[in-house]
Nanobody, 118 residues
Framework: QVQLVESGGGLVQAGGSLRLSCAAS????????MGWYRQTPGKQRELVAG???????TYADSVKGRFTISRDIAKNTVYLQMNSLKPEDTAVYYC????????????WGQGTQVTVSS
C-alpha cells in the first residue's frame, strides 16, 4: 500500500500562491500516475491536475494557466504550484497515486486544507 503525505496548505489572500507537496513512501512514479484532487462540502472530489507515468500533464479548465503539477522522482514527491489563487479554489486538496481515470483504484493522502480569502 502506497503511503502519501500532503503538506503546504494554508490560508492565503486572493492573488497569492501556495505550493502543495505530496511525499510518497516509495518509488511509485514508474508504476503510477499521480493526481491532485480537491473537494468542497457537498461536492464530489474533482481532478485538478494529473501527471502520467510518462510525464504528460493534464489540468482542469478552471486552473489552466494558474496551477502547475510537477514531480521529483529522486524525492518521490509530486508538487502542485498554485498561482493567482481565487476564493473558489478553497477546498481540501488530496494527492492520489493511481489511474487518473479511476482514482478510486489508487491510494489517497489525508488531504490538506487550502483557504483563499477575498
Amino acid at each position: 500500500q502506497v503511503q502519501l503525505v500532503e503538506s503546504g496548505g494554508g490560508l492565503v489572500q486572493a492573488g497569492g500562491s501556495l505550493r502543495l507537496s505530496c511525499a510518497a513512501s516509495g518509488s511509485i512514479f514508474s508504476a503510477n500516475a499521480m493526481g491532485w484532487y480537491r473537494q468542497t462540502p457537498g461536492k464530489q472530489r474533482e481532478l485538478v491536475a494529473g501527471i502520467t507515468k510518462g510525464g504528460s500533464t493534464t489540468y482542469a479548465d478552471s486552473v489552466k494557466g494558474r496551477f502547475t503539477i510537477s514531480r521529483d522522482i529522486a524525492k518521490n514527491t509530486v508538487y502542485l504550484q498554485m498561482n493567482s489563487l481565487k476564493p473558489e479554489d478553497t477546498a481540501v486538496y488530496y494527492c492520489n497515486a493511481g489511474p487518473l481515470w479511476a482514482p478510486q483504484l489508487g491510494s489517497w493522502g489525508q488531504g490538506t486544507q487550502v483557504t483563499v480569502s477575498s
